[in-house]
């Protein structure tokens, strides 16, 4: 059983990142930046979420798998992941707090029953989006934060 969202993903090292947002908030170009610097594309703007071995997976519908928008230039095919195990979503936003408050990724019906992921929240057109994507993606997996994220 599968959910479709509007969102799309990138593995980094293997890490599955959602990347969630309203149309036009900048998802496909934070994608390729980070495609750019060495993740590879998973979905781009509709993610499939499924389960497997009680994780939470994401991949491409096939009618768009390997396909990316690139704004203004058009639909363009590059390699991709076939899918990724979700470590991560990421809501591109403003954060108000300087040190924000845990929040998570809750999968929706009828995936519920899954562990939800870390959630951050990047100003996708921050130039350091990407860096504070993969500093956060390395610091949830070496239990690296300290006085806000508690994962346990």
């Known amino acids: 059983m599968s959910v479709n969202i509007h969102a799309s993903c990138v593995s980094i090292g293997g890490k599955g990142v959602l990347l969630l947002g309203e149309s036009g908030a900048g998802k496909s170009d934070l994608a390729l930046r980070l495609i750019d610097d060495g993740a590879k594309l998973v979905a781009d703007d509709r993610c499939n979420l499924f389960s497997r071995g009680g994780k939470l997976f994401a991949s491409a519908p096939a009618s768009i798998a390997g396909l990316i928008e690139l704004r203004g230039i058009g639909i363009v095919a590059m390699p991709h992941a076939r899918n990724a195990a979700v470590a991560m ?13 845990p929040a998570f990724f809750k999968p929706p019906a009828p995936l519920a029953g899954l562990r939800a992921v870390p959630l951050i929240v990047v100003n996708g057109g921050n130039a350091a989006a990407g860096a504070r994507i993969r500093a956060a993606l390395a610091a949830f ?11 346990d």
């Not at 979503?89 to 408050?101: D, S």
């Not at 997996?141 to 994962?151: E, H, S, V």
């Open 89 to 101: 979503a990421v809501r591109l936003g403003q954060n108000q707090r300087r040190l924000p408050k």
């Open 141 to 151: 997996a070496a239990n690296g934060f300290r006085d806000t994220f508690n994962l």
